[in-house]
């Protein structure tokens, strides 16, 4: 049967945190899209045996499709290289940490299924019947950065960085084949490029669950993330 989803989950030592959030994607899948899904993870070059855990799961799981980047590329890199291997029709990646559970892609395939190439799940977006857990502090950073893009590059978008996002196949595959950035800033160029192909971009609130043991520290490298927004806004008037 053809996959009429792909859940694309890029992985870098994530041997603690990704196992439990595949058992629920497994489970949440099986029930809603028996026989008609495929996880994709792709190892980012895990040095803490997570290649070993992967490789056993799928011996068991044949929705399971491992891919292994030999060593470290990026989050965008590894996001890339499973959403260009993608065989579903809805292409959603998410967080190895299961930050937003996977029951909130029924949300996202809604509002594709009502007319949006891409559907962007949000933490920014108050609503009454969502919940969201995050430290006072990342929360603070998150807003000011997402307000910071949407500012400098033009993005209609509040929650611009969250790892939960959805494509129709073909606005998906056109937007990753032409995507360059290779770290943590691949989510505003795919969002700028949808901009500039003229997709229809929903944002949607969905539960989200701060899960410790982040790789990232955008206070740490915020030079490097202001020279990466500098770098887009060139791109952007580049293209």
Known sequence: MEALISLVIPAYD???RLPPFLKSVREHFDRRYPGAYEVCVVDDGSRDGLAEILDDLAT???????????????????????????RG???????????????????????????????????????????????WSR??????????ARWWLGIPVLDTQC?????????????FSLAEES??????????LAGRFGYRVAEVP?????????HLSPTREL?????GLWRLRRKLGRR
């Open 163 to 175: 790892g939960f996002k959805m494509f129709r196949r073909e606005p998906g595959r056109k937007l």
């Open 60 to 86: 068991d799981w044949p929705e399971l499709v491992v891919m292994h980047h030999a060593e470290n590329r990026g989050k965008g890199a590894a996001v890339r290289t499973g959403m260009l291997a993608a």
């Open 223 to 227: 030079h490097k993330v202001l020279l």
């Open 139 to 148: 929360g603070l950073i998150g807003r000011r950065f997402a307000g910071l």
């Open 89 to 135: 029709e809805l292409l959603l990646f998410a967080d190895a940490d299961g930050a937003t559970p996977i029951d909130q892609e029924a949300k996202l395939a809604e509002a594709v299924t009502n007319g949006a190439d891409v559907a962007v799940g949000s933490r920014l977006i108050a609503n009454a019947e969502v919940h969201r857990r995050r430290s």
């Open 183 to 192: 770290g943590y800033l691949f989510d505003l160029e795919l969002l700028m």
């Open 206 to 214: 969905v539960n989200w669950t701060d899960v410790p043991g982040g």
């Open 14 to 16: 994530e041997a603690r």
